[in-house]
């Protein structure tokens, strides 16, 4: 069963733009934190960003001025705003929800979605 459900990814030229949203797939109780992690061919996956339920942010070095997380709490979505884009940030992006608890649960867990390509072009 599909727990978070992202959408945005696709193909983009060097300096342009794009944005990636991801939703849980069923009622939530409470989520810690919300991020978005990418796996380029042949690398492991990595952290670019990530926030809290209280809207603490991190980003990877190479992400920052560019990239920006965000975060409905009443919706439970999260989204990355990625500007300035470069070849480098092709890969799969995704969604990871910390922390989770849904409210048919009794329990909290991490989840992933199922990635979404990110192709940048120079």
């Known amino acids: 069963q599909v727990q978070l459900v992202e959408s945005g990814g696709g193909l983009v030229q060097a300096g342009g733009s794009l944005r990636l949203s991801c939703a849980t797939s069923?009622?939530?109780?409470?989520?810690?934190?919300m991020g978005w992690y990418r796996q380029a061919p042949g690398k492991q996956r990595e952290l670019v960003a990530v926030i809290t339920s209280g809207g603490s942010t991190n980003y990877a070095d190479s992400v920052k001025g560019r990239f920006t997380i965000s975060r409905d709490n009443a919706r439970n979505t999260v989204s990355l705003q990625m500007n300035s884009l470069k070849s480098e940030d092709t890969g799969v992006y995704y969604c990871?929800?910390?922390?989770?608890?849904?409210?048919?649960?009794?329990?909290?867990?991490?989840?992933w979605g199922q990635g979404t390509q990110v192709t940048v072009s120079s």
């Open positions: 990871k929800a910390e922390g989770l608890t849904y409210l048919s649960d009794s329990y909290a867990s991490d989840y």
């Open positions: 069923r009622r939530v109780f409470s989520i810690n934190a």
